[in-house]
């Protein structure tokens, strides 16, 4: 079993920035397929950046292209998502996802962590 365990999130006001980081557990991190994923009140969860195991393959959605930037410290078992240029719109609880294969559903979930951008 694989724990996942976001931090990071916070207030901010628009054009600010913030790192989310997520640490998981055990010892076969670096062989996963890490994603970063958001759910805004009363909308679906969404797709926001992916990574592969060795960095090699890096994943964005079109609104986060230019301002967000994920990278992964397999030494530390950690996956982060930096966040610039932040809008009101970003404002979700972010989740990060392991998954065993680039394609495929993700298998581990963590609990989130809430981003609220302020106007």
């Known amino acids: 079993q694989v724990q996942l365990v976001e931090s990071g999130g916070g207030l901010v006001q628009a054009g600010g920035s913030l790192r989310l980081s997520c640490a998981a557990s055990?010892?076969?991190?670096?062989?996963?397929?890490m994603g970063w994923f958001r759910q805004a009140p009363g909308k679906e969860r969404e797709f926001v950046a992916a990574?592969?195991?060795?960095?090699?393959?890096?994943e964005y959605a079109d609104f986060v292209k230019g301002r967000f930037t994920i990278s992964r410290d397999n030494a530390k078992n950690t996956v982060y998502l930096q966040m610039n240029s932040l809008k009101p719109e970003d404002t979700a609880v972010y989740y990060c996802a392991a998954k065993w294969a680039a394609t495929g559903p993700y298998d581990y979930w963590g609990q989130g962590t809430q981003v609220t951008i302020s106007s």
């Open positions: 990574i592969s195991w060795n960095g090699g393959s890096i």
């Open positions: 055990g010892r076969t991190f670096s062989k996963f397929y």
